[in-house]
């Protein structure tokens, strides 16, 4: 049994992400749902916001780096998903009109609950010393950067969950 080498391990791993395919075929193959990766990204960004609000000082380059990579994958992801930009020959229909527009409602009302929720919770910090205030610029990139990952995230799952069963039943033949 012949052991595969490196670069043959990595063209797998990369096989399995959905790049390959529009290098391939470019932007003509359908957007397909992505709800696994957006999910586990959206994961990671909690975790990094989580661990820069416990642990301000101990990983001050750490957990901006862990929202940002969130970030930047997710932002990356969306060139594939159910949000990427129309074709200029092939404009969208109204029902997906509708479906980027409230999903995109959807990412931009989740940020407003957080940075509202956040706002008033910090408003009671000299009430109780306990709540956690960006103070460095870490903090405040860290926030930033949550904030954009969550609403990209958002909209990304919502289009997912949006689209109709007939196309992802048209995607499952094709394959």
Do not use: C
Not at 10 to 31: I, S, W
Not at 37 to 54: D, E, H, R, S
Not at 110 to 119: F, K, L, S, T
């Amino acid at each position: 049994m012949k052991r595969k080498t490196i670069p043959e391990r990595l063209d797998q791993v990369a096989e399995r992400t959905p790049f390959p395919g529009l290098a391939r075929e470019g932007y003509g193959q359908r957007p397909k749902p992505r709800r696994i990766l957006p999910a586990l990204l959206l994961m990671t960004a909690i975790i990094g916001m989580g661990v820069q609000i416990a642990r301000p000082d101990a990983l001050s380059v750490g957990a901006p780096s862990i929202v940002m990579l969130a970030f930047i994958g997710l932002t990356l992801l969306q060139l594939a998903g159910p949000l990427r930009a129309p074709l200029i020959d092939r404009p969208l229909d109204e029902r997906k009109t509708r479906d980027h527009d409230r999903a995109n409602m959807a990412g931009l009302g989740m940020v407003a609950v957080i940075a509202v929720g956040g706002a008033f919770l910090a408003s009671f910090g000299n009430l109780l010393p306990g709540i956690w205030r960006p103070s460095t610029a870490d903090d405040w990139r860290a926030v930033i950067f949550f904030l954009v990952a969550t609403a990209i995230g958002t909209k990304m799952l919502y289009a997912s969950w949006a689209m109709p069963r007939y196309e992802l039943d048209d995607q499952e033949d094709e394959s």
